[in-house]
């Protein structure tokens, strides 16, 4: 099932491994194609697209795009209490983890008269996109509106497709499950639009004449979902602020031969679970553990629930066991595929996983499955995927505020750097740059 990429006595040079590693084949720019006439469509009819859409792509027609209150309080009162109980854990180790993370105010003297502030400014709006395709994610609420609101977001809005299966109150809304977890968090706007329309929904703003009221344009669209959602995201960034284009959910894992076979087996099954392009790669220094990791993952993958699209996931391209000859070679490898989840399996994980340098977030021993991430460790398992955690993070506080410099100097301090900008606005051959000091240091243009 797992194919093997041996890379032992091997050059593993970056450009070498990035053509030896397995990946997913995602083409977003591919998908432009489909996604750009229903963002058309949505700027020019509003609610009405969306409606339409919803129809065609989710199979119902919600009687409201705009999730009404009472909805929002019956999906609590009809959580099953261990469900409500795991979501409030969630949610408070969530909000101590992020709370952490809100980034003061630093005022820096750097001239007497002279000073540079950096401010930290939340955007006034969000559009936070919960996905509900082959899974229900109100995992992922969590994970998007913690952050916003401990970023002190002005507003906050979610979106998540209507559900056809959904009866009685629910019929045409998004999953009751992801509904309550919207109101546990105190989120009352909520929107039954998913895939590429819900992003555009966000972007452009709209009105439902009918009981949905107006949804205004948001600053920011924040949340994983499908490859159209990630080319939504593509085509309308500029109009509005993007975390990033997800794409298939993935894991590595670095072990060696003392890693329990069977929680390697289970955690790669884990993430396999989520889409038949998932991404599930072993790295591993002992032939002994890849092979019995084989035969451990053909058994639980024969028996879990989505058997087939775990199976389909774990035969494909993007998923394989990579041999290396050492550990040393192994953080080489992780660090090239840049996982969005690495799991650290070794003896003295803690100091392995320390030389990691390019992952979403990382694992460490054998008692840190990626489950745990997704749930209830307190982390964000909104992720960079693709290879792109070599340069971005994952969500966190800091994805819903703006770095901002408030510059502030006295004529005095002015005066003494004068001659500094003069000299650079000589050198740049942009004249007008240095005359705006001189107007104001010379008393040229004073009253």
Known sequence: MLATIDLRSQPLGARELRAALPRAEYDVEAALAAVRPICDEVRDRGADALYDYAERFDGVRPTSLRVPRDVLESAVEALDPDVRAALEVSIERARTVHAAQRRTDTTTQVVPGGSVTQRWIPV???????????????????????????????????????????????????????????????????????GAQAVAGFAHGFVDEGEGGQCQPVSLVTGPGNIYVAAAKRLLKGMVGIDAEAGPTEIAVLADAGADPEYVAADL?????????????????????????????????????????????????????????????????????????????AADAAAVAARVRNAGAIFVGPYSPVSLGDYAAGSNHVLPTGGSAAHSSGLSVQSFLRGVHVVEYTRTALAATAAHVLALAEAEDLPAHGEAVSARTTGQGQR
């Open 269 to 345: 099954i884990s993430q396999a679970e989520h889409d038949p392009l998932a991404g599930s790669v072993l790295v591993t220094d002992s032939s002994d553990l890849a092979d019995a990791v084989t035969v451990v993952v053909e058994r639980r993958a024969a028996a879990t629930k989505h058997s087939e699209r775990v199976i389909e996931a774990l035969g494909g391209r993007q998923s394989a066991i990579v041999l290396v000859d050492d550990l040393d070679a192994g953080l080489r490898v992780v660090d090239a595929y840049a996982a969005e989840h690495l799991e650290v399996i």
């Open 124 to 194: 006034e709006r969000v559009g936070l996109y919960v996905p509900g395709g082959r899974a229900v994610y109100p995992s992922s609420v969590v994970m998007n509106v913690v952050p916003a609101q401990l970023a002190e977001v002005g507003s906050v809005a979610v979106a998540s497709p209507p559900q056809k299966e959904n009866v009685g109150v629910f019929a045409g809304y998004p999953h009751p499950t992801i509904l309550a977890a919207c109101a546990l968090l105190g989120v009352d706007e909520v929107w039954s639009m998913g």
